[in-house]
């Protein structure tokens, strides 16, 4: 797990304001700041966890939270009939802006494949 505190922590503590759309005891959703899409929500753990290279054995019960709070938002937000995309970077190739895991959630809009 990484130490350092991201601008995720600072959202999760409401140091600085984020438009969030879901939160329960374990994890939440918050509409990214650069929307890719006409809907793109951030889905993050409370607790601090790097990225999906980082998560342990003792971690699926929150990996499994997060995807069920995808699930959540999706359905919020009308995203569940026609679909959506949902997306971790990991590290550096992965194109990993942000060092605390978060899942993108992205829809609205037909996805393209390969993704850049
Ligand atoms: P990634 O590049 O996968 O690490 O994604 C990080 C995402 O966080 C990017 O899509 C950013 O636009 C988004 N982001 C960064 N700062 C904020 C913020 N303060 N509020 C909402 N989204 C943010």
Same mark, same amino acid.
């Given at each position: 797990?990484?130490?350092?505190?991201?601008?995720?922590?600072?959202?999760?503590?409401? =140091?600085?304001?984020?438009?969030?759309?879901?939160e329960?005891?374990?994890?939440?959703?918050?509409?990214?700041?650069?929307?890719?899409?006409?809907?793109?929500?951030?889905?993050?753990?409370?607790?601090?966890? =790097?990225?999906?290279?980082?998560?342990?054995?003792g971690?699926? =019960?929150?990996?499994?939270?997060?995807?069920?709070?995808?699930?959540?938002?999706?359905?919020?937000?009308?995203?569940? =009939?026609t679909?959506?995309?949902?997306?971790?970077?990991?590290?550096?190739?992965?194109?990993?802006?942000?060092?605390h895991?978060?899942?993108?959630v992205l829809?609205?809009?037909?996805?393209?494949?390969?993704?850049?």
């Open positions: 797990m990484s130490e350092a505190s991201t601008i995720f922590d600072k959202i999760i503590a409401r =140091e600085i304001p984020a438009d969030i759309v879901y329960n005891d374990d994890c939440l959703a918050f509409h990214d700041i650069q929307p890719q899409a006409p809907v793109h929500v951030l889905v993050i753990p409370k607790r601090r966890i =790097e990225n999906v290279a980082s998560l342990q054995d971690d699926s =019960e929150i990996a499994g939270k997060l995807l069920l709070a995808v699930g959540h938002v999706a359905r919020q937000l009308n995203l569940a =009939e679909g959506y995309r949902v997306v971790a970077n990991c590290g550096a190739d992965g194109g990993q802006s942000v060092d895991l978060h899942l993108h829809g609205g809009r037909q996805m393209k494949w390969p993704p850049g």
